[in-house]
């Protein structure tokens, strides 16, 4: 990196370099900053909060780099904007490896500024000094690593430029001919700016830069296919995880059922099919499928990766933000996006019909014809038959008793009602009566643990924004990701929204130090339920758990935990209820509660 003609402006380069960085940032559209505090990182930090001041953008702050990569992915997730990471040197950087995975496989864009050494203490076992540029390997395909500047002009030009090349590519926009520090197919995801500094590491006096917005917008689709619906009805739209709602279009429009995950914005619609595990391994169902249009990351079942390997199966995967395609055939066609038939025709019009019923017909009406009937039958055979599988909601009210003519009737329905609101919270039922009470406006955050999958398997059509960190599935920084997404979904006071996250004991456990709020940091409205059966029953489900000493699966896998979450929650200075019964339930999540709440629900193993 060169410097040319403007004058310093503070007396130390550092901070003149992190002024007109993080300025060319913004301008091309961060808007969120998280930071850890460090010695190396200073000037960046200190002119970062200068930012703020002047509302130029959002400082969030947090004394653990993975608990603040975490937050940054929720932010980032939320807004669909890349948020920026400001860390110190050595092993701070490392510890935003985990966000930075997730990010990579999920297509989120982060911009990672990682503070160093200058090259002259590189090598020599200085401290807190090892070789950052490139650590996080094939997860982060754009890498710059900057030179610490000198006492001379900033080449403003310059830096512009890497900042927008930098925000580019963490929206997924393909290279520059020449550049091959991309992969051979990008996609949104994290990128490094990792910048070395010299003492004075920082300013007392910062003059920031000039605002000069210049956003950069998310790249568009290069390939697309035409997809027509089937003679013969036999084609199944699969929605994985971050599908989008484009699934359930497509599946309207090519009079096709919709199987769809929880968190893939897609799980709801006329076309929507329930029990879909069940219905995938049954001949009359499953085995009745030719062709499969696969949208987003399938995650939560085997059936799904076994019908997409099916020699007789046609596969058409539309690449989502991720940059690698769900493809366990090996053998799909892969493109960036699809068109259909419009919706206005036949395959789409008549779709929600197959669900309430037929078609009135009359004099003079047109019916539909015989392909297209052919069609709903088809949907009308996995929509009724998942609903089989699935069964009413347990807490569903038993209506007809209730408006019973007969006193007796209905005094027996007053009884059932009073007993079901005392009984035991079963998964089943926390997975429904969180789906309940959650709209349009809220937020819904699912860790990675057994309750996902209770909720994916039982809960109805609904249209309601539901998150999980699917790129690798693991369990580690959920409580962060889901403070990310209540910051960015609750910036607008006039749309009073809760996000809610439903967690097991140990994901709680793990990413327990993102309960801490710093002083004056901001607390959102965030509610934490976490069912705890003591351990990780997930693992209870194994093949080996069958055969393998109890006591060994026991201690390795289920790992027993007799945390007091009450006394946690108030170390962390936050709100604690336990909802042992299905009333104190709905109440706790029916309360309007003052900051970040921690819902324990107890559960049997």
């Given at each position: 990196m060169s410097y040319g003609t403007d004058d310093p402006t503070s007396g130390s380069p550092a901070t003149d370099y992190a002024v007109e960085l993080l300025s060319a940032l913004i301008d091309a559209g961060v808007r969120e900053i998280v930071l850890s505090p460090g010695s190396r990182s200073q000037a960046l930090a200190l002119v970062a909060a200068d930012l703020e001041r002047a509302g130029r953008v959002r400082l969030r702050v947090r004394i653990d780099e993975r608990s603040a990569a975490f937050l940054a992915l929720g932010l980032a997730v939320e807004s669909g904007s890349p948020t920026a990471i400001i860390t110190t040197s050595g092993t701070a950087v490392a510890n935003l490896h985990p966000a930075v995975l997730e990010a990579h496989h999920s297509g989120v864009p982060l911009v990672l500024l990682t503070a160093d050494r200058p090259t002259e203490l590189r090598g020599i076992g200085a401290n807190q000094t090892t070789h950052q540029p490139g650590l996080f390997g094939r997860a982060v395909a754009f890498v710059r690593d900057v030179e610490a500047p000198v006492d001379r002009p900033v080449d403003v030009a310059a830096v512009r430029a890497l900042a927008s090349d930098a925000v580019s590519a963490s929206l997924g926009h393909r290279p520059a001919a020449g550049d091959a520090?991309?992969?051979?197919?990008?996609?949104?995801?994290?990128?490094?700016?990792?910048?070395?500094?010299?003492?004075?590491?920082?300013?007392?006096?910062?003059?920031?830069?000039?605002?000069?917005?210049?956003p950069v917008t998310r790249a568009s689709p290069v390939s697309r296919l035409r997809l027509?619906?089937?003679?013969?009805?036999?084609?199944?739209?699969?929605?994985g995880h971050a599908a989008t709602d484009e699934a359930e279009r497509?599946?309207?429009?090519?009079?096709?059922?919709?199987?769809?995950?929880?968190?893939?914005?897609?799980?709801?619609?006329?076309?929507?099919?329930?029990?879909?595990?069940?219905?995938?391994?049954?001949?009359?169902?499953?085995?009745?499928?030719?062709?499969?249009?696969?949208?987003?990351?399938?995650?939560?079942?085997?059936?799904?990766?076994?019908?997409?390997?099916?020699?007789?199966?046609?596969?058409?995967?539309?690449?989502?933000?991720?940059?690698?395609?769900?493809?366990?055939?090996?053998?799909?066609?892969?493109?960036?996006?699809?068109?259909?038939?419009?919706?206005?025709?036949?395959?789409?019009?008549?779709?929600?019909?197959?669900?309430?019923?037929?078609?009135?017909?009359g004099p003079g009406a047109e019916g539909p014809s015989a392909d297209d009937r052919a069609h709903r039958a088809w949907v009308g055979r996995w929509v009724q038959a998942g609903r089989l599988v699935v069964g009413d909601d347990e807490s569903a009210p038993d209506l007809g008793s209730a408006t019973s003519d007969e006193p007796s009737e209905r005094a027996a329905f007053l009884r059932g009602e009073v007993a079901l609101l005392r009984r035991e919270v079963s998964r089943r039922a926390l997975a429904e009566t969180l789906w309940r009470v959650t709209w349009p406006h809220d937020r819904l955050v699912l860790g990675a643990s057994r309750l996902i999958r209770e909720v994916d398997e039982v809960v109805p059509g609904k249209r309601i924004p539901v998150h999980a960190n699917r790129g690798l599935a693991g369990i580690d920084g959920t409580i962060a990701t889901a403070t990310g997404i209540a910051y960015a979904s609750q910036l607008d006071e006039t749309r009073p929204g809760v996000t809610r996250v439903l967690v097991g004991d140990l994901t709680l456990l793990?990413?327990?130090?993102?309960?801490?709020?710093?002083?004056?940091?901001?607390?959102?409205?965030?509610?934490?339920?976490?069912?705890?059966?003591?351990?990780?029953?997930?693992?209870?489900?194994?093949?080996?758990?069958?055969?393998?000493?109890?006591?060994?699966?026991?201690?390795?896998?289920?790992?027993?935990?007799?945390?007091?979450?009450?006394?946690?929650?108030?170390?962390?200075?936050?709100?604690?209820?336990?909802?042992?019964?299905?009333?104190?339930?709905?109440?706790?999540?029916?309360?309007?509660?003052?900051?970040?709440?921690?819902?324990?629900?107890?559960?049997?193993?």
């Open positions: 520090s991309f992969g051979d197919l990008p996609a949104p995801g994290p990128v490094q700016i990792n910048v070395a500094f010299r003492e004075p590491l920082s300013a007392p006096v910062v003059r920031l830069a000039e605002a000069r917005p210049d027509t619906v089937d003679t013969a009805p036999a084609t199944l739209v699969v929605a497509v599946a309207r429009a090519l009079g096709a059922p919709l199987v769809a995950e929880v968190s893939s914005g897609a799980h709801f619609g006329p076309n929507l099919a329930l029990g879909y595990r069940t219905l995938l391994g049954e001949r009359a169902f499953g085995g009745a499928v030719r062709r499969v249009v696969v949208f987003g990351h399938p995650t939560l079942t085997r059936q799904v990766p076994a019908l997409l390997r099916r020699s007789d199966v046609e596969v058409v995967v539309v690449r989502g933000s991720a940059p690698e395609a769900y493809d366990p055939g090996r053998d799909a066609t892969v493109v960036d996006a699809v068109d259909v038939p419009d919706d206005d025709r036949p395959h789409g019009r008549h779709q929600a019909e197959v669900v309430a019923g037929p078609p009135a017909d793990h990413d327990v130090g993102s309960m801490l709020f710093g002083v004056g940091e901001v607390r959102p409205r965030l509610q934490v339920v976490v069912g705890n059966d003591g351990g990780g029953t997930i693992f209870d489900g194994l093949e080996v758990a069958a055969s393998a000493p109890a006591d060994a699966m026991t201690r390795v896998q289920f790992t027993p935990q007799s945390v007091d979450l009450s006394s946690l929650a108030a170390a962390y200075g936050w709100q604690y209820s336990k909802a042992g019964t299905r009333a104190e339930l709905d109440r706790d999540l029916a309360r309007r509660w003052d900051g970040p709440v921690l819902i324990e629900v107890p559960l049997a193993r």
